[in-house]
């Protein structure tokens, strides 16, 4: 299976500031196809998860644009540009070019 | 309204058997593969199996193949995760989730619980 290591797994941060989350992967995530299939998803406390970033890069239908993902082959990374009140939660990458579909540990956003 | 909604999820005794349903509306539920996904309290995000969107392909976690089967019921917008032989390790929150590749909605249900439990 592929092994997804998120890091770090807890992020202090104030308000306004930026972060950044890496994903690497034990394997690369090129699938056949010519496609890098590594999702984000957010995990507000008390809510089912939904995803931010498809494909490496891609941005979900209403997600603010201080969410940018990044990176190629084993090597990704989350960014939050400016962070905001509503942003705490879990983060958790995943990847869909193999099976079994495997996730991240997550890493838990907080403010400061 | 786009939605999944899980259901079926108990305490059950190990080594006893569930059966989860989801039923899906407002999305052409036909044309997506459909996952469970689950959680233990506190903890991460574990994919447990898939199923394609016309049935004909089926995964599973290893640390439930052998012991689930998944099926849908496309005329009836439905998927179930049937679990047998069931452990104390698969206590958690099963969420259905449709999990798409690419530029596509993005559902997820609310959650059912299961707690294996003597």
């Known amino acids: 299976d592929v092994v997804m290591t998120q890091s770090p797994l807890s992020l202090p941060v104030t308000l306004g500031q930026p972060a950044s989350i890496s994903c690497r992967s034990s394997?690369?995530?090129?699938?056949?196809?010519?496609?890098?299939?590594l999702n984000w998803f957010q995990q507000r406390p008390g809510q089912s998860p939904r995803r931010l970033i498809y494909?490496?890069?891609n941005r979900d239908s209403g997600v603010p644009d201080r969410f940018s993902g990044s990176g190629s082959g084993t090597d990704f990374t989350l960014e939050i540009s400016r962070v905001e009140a509503e942003d705490v939660g879990l983060f958790y990458c995943?990847?869909?070019?193999?099976?079994?579909?495997?996730f991240g540990q997550g890493t838990k956003v907080e403010i400061k | 309204e786009v939605q999944l909604v899980e259901s079926g999820g108990g305490l059950v005794q190990p080594g006893g058997s569930l059966r989860l349903s989801c039923v899906a509306s407002?999305?052409?539920?036909?044309?997506?593969?459909i996952h469970w996904v689950r959680q233990v309290p506190g903890k991460g995000l574990v994919w447990v199996s898939g199923?394609?969107?016309?049935?004909?392909?089926?995964s599973y976690a290893d640390s439930v193949k052998g012991r689930c089967t998944i099926s849908r019921d496309n005329a009836k917008n439905t998927v179930d995760l049937q679990m047998n032989s069931l452990r104390v390790e698969d206590t958690a929150v099963y969420y259905c989730?449709?999990?798409?590749?690419?530029?596509?909605?993005?559902?997820w249900g609310r959650g059912t619980t299961v707690t294996v439990s003597s």
């Open positions: 995943m990847q869909a070019t193999h099976w079994p579909r495997t």
């Open positions: 407002g999305f052409t539920f036909r044309t997506y593969w």
């Open positions: 199923i394609k969107s016309d049935g004909s392909s089926t």
């Open positions: 494909k490496v890069s």
């Open positions: 394997q690369s995530l090129v699938h056949s196809d010519g496609n890098t299939y």
């Open positions: 989730t449709n999990l798409p590749m690419a530029q596509s909605l993005d559902v």
